[in-house]
């Protein structure tokens, strides 16, 4: 009787794995992005990942009204977005794209190391359809309601930031510092009630930190 349960978790671990990750869960956000018309002839950026830009409701207006694409899709982790890549970067062709990935991944536990050969893999095929295109990665964000997360994603942002800094096609963008109170914890008025989603505070001082380039 012990060797059938044993054999049962081992067997229904990794399909609860495979449900987590189900990427179906996406369709609905995918299937708008890929009813977007692609612009042609234009300066284009992308901004993709997971809520914290898809929640960014004022992006373009935030960044001097440059032509700006969103396909954030709320839940997703870098595996995702390296999924979803030709519907939510290549098929725009843009010219710039800033990436928000690897706060979902921290708070599922996942390695580190995994995320970031992830991160690469993105890096790998973006430049493959374009090697002239300038990859943004944003760095974690801290947030109240996954504090507990603080050291992993300390050292994810550590990595992310080698990692960008090794690349001259990448650049690194820290909002995790700027997010930080005088007391060296979240702001606590930069969220919405659930501590891990930012208000229009939040996103204004993004826009501080990130769309000063477009100007």
Request: with cysteine; aromatic share 12%; net charge neutral.
């Amino acid at each position: 009787m012990k060797k059938i349960v044993v054999i049962f978790f081992l067997f229904i671990i990794p399909f609860a794995n495979l449900i987590a990750q189900d990427p179906n869960r996406f369709d609905e956000d995918i299937k708008k992005f890929t009813e977007i018309a692609i612009s042609k002839g234009e300066e284009l950026t992308v901004f993709t990942g997971s809520s914290s830009i898809r929640f960014w409701e004022q992006l373009q207006t935030d960044c001097n009204n440059t032509k700006v694409i969103n396909t954030g899709f709320g839940g997703s982790h870098m595996s995702d977005l390296l999924y979803f890549l030709e519907e939510t970067v290549l098929r725009f062709q843009p010219d710039h794209v800033y990436i928000y990935e690897g706060d979902n991944d921290i708070a599922a536990e996942k390695d580190l190391e995994d995320i970031l050969k992830t991160a690469e893999q993105i890096t790998a095929k973006i430049l493959a359809s374009n090697p002239k295109i300038k990859i943004h990665f944003m760095s974690a964000k801290p947030s109240p309601s996954r504090w507990k997360y603080k050291e992993k994603y300390l050292a994810f942002n550590s990595l992310l930031k080698t990692y960008c800094n090794s690349h001259k096609q990448l650049s690194y963008i820290d909002v995790w510092h700027p997010m930080l109170a005088k007391n060296g914890r979240p702001i606590p008025n930069i969220f919405i009630s659930d501590s891990l989603h930012m208000n229009r505070q939040g996103y204004l001082l993004w826009k501080d930190i990130i769309c000063s380039d477009f100007e």
